[in-house]
Protein backbone atom coordinates (compact mmCIF):
# COMPACT_ATOMS: atom_id res chain seq x y z
CA UNK A 1 0.00 0.00 0.00
CA UNK A 2 1.09 3.86 -0.84
CA UNK A 3 3.44 2.58 -3.26
CA UNK A 4 3.72 3.03 -7.07
CA UNK A 5 4.25 0.35 -9.50
CA UNK A 6 4.63 -0.20 -13.40
CA UNK A 7 1.71 -1.72 -14.88
CA UNK A 8 2.75 -1.64 -18.69
CA UNK A 9 5.99 0.12 -20.42
CA UNK A 10 6.86 0.29 -23.80
CA UNK A 11 8.66 2.51 -25.53
CA UNK A 12 5.82 4.87 -26.61
CA UNK A 13 3.52 4.11 -23.61
CA UNK A 14 3.80 3.85 -19.57
CA UNK A 15 1.22 2.97 -17.29
CA UNK A 16 2.32 3.32 -13.26
CA UNK A 17 -0.67 2.52 -10.82
CA UNK A 18 -0.61 4.07 -7.10
CA UNK A 19 -1.85 1.55 -4.73
CA UNK A 20 -3.48 2.73 -1.52
CA UNK A 21 -5.04 -0.18 1.40
CA UNK A 22 -5.24 -1.49 4.83
CA UNK A 23 -1.98 -3.24 6.42
CA UNK A 24 -1.37 -6.80 6.68
CA UNK A 25 -3.21 -8.42 9.52
CA UNK A 26 -1.51 -10.54 11.71
CA UNK A 27 -0.65 -14.11 9.45
CA UNK A 28 -1.09 -12.81 6.27
CA UNK A 29 1.79 -12.54 3.93
CA UNK A 30 0.48 -8.99 2.04
CA UNK A 31 -1.60 -5.24 2.60
CA UNK A 32 -5.22 -5.66 1.10
CA UNK A 33 -4.18 -3.29 -1.84
CA UNK A 34 -6.19 -1.12 -4.27
CA UNK A 35 -5.38 0.82 -7.73
CA UNK A 36 -6.62 4.66 -6.32
CA UNK A 37 -5.08 6.25 -9.20
CA UNK A 38 -3.02 5.56 -12.68
CA UNK A 39 -0.54 7.51 -14.45
CA UNK A 40 -0.52 7.28 -18.23
CA UNK A 41 2.25 8.43 -20.24
CA UNK A 42 2.17 8.47 -23.95
CA UNK A 43 4.32 9.80 -26.54
CA UNK A 44 4.92 13.34 -24.77
CA UNK A 45 2.09 13.53 -22.52
CA UNK A 46 0.89 12.39 -19.27
CA UNK A 47 -2.58 11.66 -17.85
CA UNK A 48 -3.79 11.25 -14.93
CA UNK A 49 -7.04 9.42 -14.14
CA UNK A 50 -7.49 9.28 -9.92
CA UNK A 51 -10.55 8.59 -7.66
CA UNK A 52 -10.70 10.93 -4.68
CA UNK A 53 -10.07 10.57 -1.20
CA UNK A 54 -13.85 9.83 0.25
CA UNK A 55 -15.41 9.32 3.34
CA UNK A 56 -18.96 8.82 2.64
CA UNK A 57 -20.13 7.27 -0.55
CA UNK A 58 -22.84 9.33 -2.92
CA UNK A 59 -23.48 7.30 -6.34
CA UNK A 60 -24.76 11.00 -7.39
CA UNK A 61 -21.34 12.60 -6.96
CA UNK A 62 -18.34 12.73 -9.55
CA UNK A 63 -15.38 11.41 -7.50
CA UNK A 64 -12.93 10.81 -10.44
CA UNK A 65 -10.00 13.19 -11.31
CA UNK A 66 -8.46 13.65 -14.62
CA UNK A 67 -5.73 15.81 -15.68
CA UNK A 68 -4.08 16.01 -19.01
CA UNK A 69 -0.02 17.29 -18.72
CA UNK A 70 -1.18 18.63 -15.04
CA UNK A 71 -4.23 20.81 -16.33
CA UNK A 72 -7.51 19.64 -15.09
CA UNK A 73 -9.67 17.91 -17.63
CA UNK A 74 -13.12 19.05 -16.82
CA UNK A 75 -15.96 16.81 -18.64
CA UNK A 76 -19.41 18.07 -18.49
CA UNK A 77 -21.80 15.88 -16.58
CA UNK A 78 -24.23 13.35 -18.49
CA UNK A 79 -23.84 10.10 -19.59
CA UNK A 80 -22.62 10.40 -23.58
CA UNK A 81 -20.50 13.33 -23.19
CA UNK A 82 -17.35 13.41 -25.00
CA UNK A 83 -13.97 15.68 -24.81
CA UNK A 84 -11.59 15.63 -27.29
CA UNK A 85 -8.19 17.09 -26.67
CA UNK A 86 -6.35 19.72 -28.92
CA UNK A 87 -2.85 19.35 -27.74
CA UNK A 88 -2.69 15.40 -27.64
CA UNK A 89 -4.23 14.41 -31.25
CA UNK A 90 -6.17 11.05 -30.68
CA UNK A 91 -7.01 11.59 -27.29
CA UNK A 92 -10.77 10.71 -26.36
CA UNK A 93 -12.72 10.80 -23.13
CA UNK A 94 -16.21 9.53 -22.51
CA UNK A 95 -18.41 9.18 -19.69
CA UNK A 96 -19.98 5.75 -19.63
CA UNK A 97 -22.30 7.22 -16.41
CA UNK A 98 -23.71 10.34 -15.55
CA UNK A 99 -20.91 10.50 -12.90
CA UNK A 100 -17.55 8.13 -11.87
CA UNK A 101 -17.39 5.97 -15.19
CA UNK A 102 -15.46 6.56 -18.26
CA UNK A 103 -13.67 5.44 -21.24
CA UNK A 104 -10.42 7.01 -22.26
CA UNK A 105 -9.24 6.07 -25.77
CA UNK A 106 -5.70 6.82 -27.69
CA UNK A 107 -6.33 5.76 -31.23
CA UNK A 108 -4.75 2.79 -32.24
CA UNK A 109 -3.29 2.60 -29.19
CA UNK A 110 -5.79 2.08 -25.96
CA UNK A 111 -8.47 2.51 -24.66
CA UNK A 112 -8.97 2.29 -20.83
CA UNK A 113 -12.24 1.81 -18.86
CA UNK A 114 -12.05 3.66 -15.93
CA UNK A 115 -14.93 3.02 -12.82
CA UNK A 116 -14.58 4.70 -9.35
CA UNK A 117 -15.98 2.51 -6.82
CA UNK A 118 -16.09 2.50 -2.62
CA UNK A 119 -15.43 -0.83 -0.31
CA UNK A 120 -18.95 -0.92 1.06
CA UNK A 121 -19.97 -1.72 4.52
CA UNK A 122 -20.89 -5.11 3.33
CA UNK A 123 -17.84 -5.93 1.58
CA UNK A 124 -15.67 -4.53 4.78
CA UNK A 125 -17.75 -7.17 7.11
CA UNK A 126 -17.15 -9.88 4.96
CA UNK A 127 -13.74 -9.94 4.45
CA UNK A 128 -13.07 -8.28 7.18
CA UNK A 129 -11.54 -5.03 6.09
CA UNK A 130 -11.82 -2.71 8.65
CA UNK A 131 -13.00 0.15 6.69
CA UNK A 132 -14.09 3.05 9.19
CA UNK A 133 -16.40 6.14 8.32
CA UNK A 134 -13.59 8.33 7.79
CA UNK A 135 -12.22 6.93 4.96
CA UNK A 136 -14.60 4.48 2.30
CA UNK A 137 -11.25 3.68 0.05
CA UNK A 138 -12.80 4.83 -3.25
CA UNK A 139 -10.56 3.23 -5.71
CA UNK A 140 -10.56 2.37 -9.54
CA UNK A 141 -11.85 -0.82 -11.22
CA UNK A 142 -10.09 -1.01 -14.63
CA UNK A 143 -10.09 -2.32 -17.71
CA UNK A 144 -7.56 -1.99 -20.48
CA UNK A 145 -8.19 -3.11 -23.81
CA UNK A 146 -4.36 -2.85 -26.22
CA UNK A 147 -4.20 -2.28 -30.05
CA UNK A 148 -0.36 -2.14 -30.30
CA UNK A 149 2.22 -3.81 -28.26
CA UNK A 150 5.66 -4.99 -29.05
CA UNK A 151 6.88 -8.83 -27.88
CA UNK A 152 9.30 -7.16 -26.00
CA UNK A 153 6.12 -4.99 -23.48
CA UNK A 154 6.67 -5.44 -19.64
CA UNK A 155 5.36 -4.27 -16.63
CA UNK A 156 3.06 -6.17 -14.19
CA UNK A 157 0.55 -6.59 -16.44
CA UNK A 158 2.00 -5.34 -19.37
CA UNK A 159 4.50 -8.67 -19.52
CA UNK A 160 1.52 -11.27 -19.51
CA UNK A 161 1.37 -9.98 -23.75
CA UNK A 162 4.90 -10.84 -23.83
CA UNK A 163 6.47 -13.65 -26.14
CA UNK A 164 6.73 -16.96 -23.53
CA UNK A 165 5.42 -15.45 -20.24
CA UNK A 166 4.75 -18.07 -17.62
CA UNK A 167 2.52 -16.89 -14.68
CA UNK A 168 4.91 -17.38 -11.70
CA UNK A 169 1.64 -16.94 -9.63
CA UNK A 170 -0.43 -20.54 -8.16
CA UNK A 171 -3.85 -20.75 -9.86
CA UNK A 172 -5.88 -22.25 -6.54
CA UNK A 173 -4.28 -21.24 -3.89
CA UNK A 174 -6.84 -19.25 -1.35
CA UNK A 175 -4.69 -15.36 -1.91
CA UNK A 176 -2.33 -15.86 -5.00
CA UNK A 177 0.43 -13.16 -5.43
CA UNK A 178 2.25 -12.26 -8.06
CA UNK A 179 5.47 -10.75 -6.63
CA UNK A 180 7.84 -8.72 -8.83
CA UNK A 181 8.21 -5.67 -6.92
CA UNK A 182 11.96 -5.16 -7.23
CA UNK A 183 11.22 -5.14 -10.84
CA UNK A 184 8.27 -2.94 -11.22
CA UNK A 185 8.79 -0.58 -8.31
CA UNK A 186 8.94 3.26 -9.12
CA UNK A 187 9.66 6.49 -7.28
CA UNK A 188 6.00 7.87 -8.32
CA UNK A 189 3.06 7.68 -10.88
CA UNK A 190 4.97 9.41 -13.62
CA UNK A 191 8.43 7.75 -13.16
CA UNK A 192 9.66 5.74 -15.50
CA UNK A 193 12.63 4.15 -13.27
CA UNK A 194 11.41 0.86 -12.27
CA UNK A 195 14.57 -1.90 -13.46
CA UNK A 196 12.44 -2.86 -16.53
CA UNK A 197 11.06 0.14 -17.81
CA UNK A 198 11.45 0.91 -22.16
CA UNK A 199 9.50 4.04 -22.37
CA UNK A 200 11.28 6.40 -24.25
CA UNK A 201 8.22 8.68 -25.73
CA UNK A 202 8.46 7.67 -29.11
CA UNK A 203 7.08 5.19 -31.64
CA UNK A 204 8.13 1.61 -31.62
CA UNK A 205 7.08 -1.45 -34.21
CA UNK A 206 4.63 -2.81 -32.50
CA UNK A 207 2.26 -5.61 -33.64
CA UNK A 208 -0.51 -3.26 -34.54
CA UNK A 209 -4.30 -4.18 -35.10
CA UNK A 210 -3.68 -7.92 -32.98
CA UNK A 211 -6.50 -8.93 -31.29
CA UNK A 212 -5.15 -8.96 -27.80
CA UNK A 213 -7.18 -9.77 -25.13
CA UNK A 214 -8.21 -7.18 -22.58
CA UNK A 215 -7.62 -7.29 -18.64
CA UNK A 216 -9.96 -6.25 -15.98
CA UNK A 217 -8.62 -5.14 -13.00
CA UNK A 218 -11.12 -4.44 -9.71
CA UNK A 219 -12.16 -5.74 -6.13
CA UNK A 220 -15.76 -6.39 -4.66
CA UNK A 221 -17.31 -9.18 -3.11
CA UNK A 222 -16.34 -11.64 -5.32
CA UNK A 223 -12.64 -11.22 -5.52
CA UNK A 224 -12.24 -10.49 -1.80
CA UNK A 225 -8.33 -10.14 -2.48
CA UNK A 226 -7.48 -6.88 -2.71
CA UNK A 227 -6.86 -5.65 -5.97
CA UNK A 228 -7.56 -8.87 -8.51
CA UNK A 229 -6.66 -8.69 -12.38
CA UNK A 230 -8.26 -11.09 -15.07
CA UNK A 231 -7.70 -11.67 -18.91
Avoid at 8 to 33: A, C, P, W
Avoid at 57 to 84: F, H, K, N, T
Avoid at 108 to 128: G, L, M, N
Wanted: glycine share 8%; net charge neutral; charged share 25%.
Amino acid sequence: KDRDFCLVSETNLHINGHFIGKSKKQGLKRDFTWVQSIGVQFDSHKLYLGANKVAKWDDARDELSLLLDDQPIVLPPGRGVDWESASAPGLKISRLQDANSVTVEVAESFVITARVVPITAEESRIHKYEITEDDCFAHLELNFKFFALSPQVTGVLGQTYSAGFKSPVKVGVAMPIMGGEDKFAASDLFSADCKVARFAGRAIESVAGHNFPEVACGSGSAAGRGIVCRK
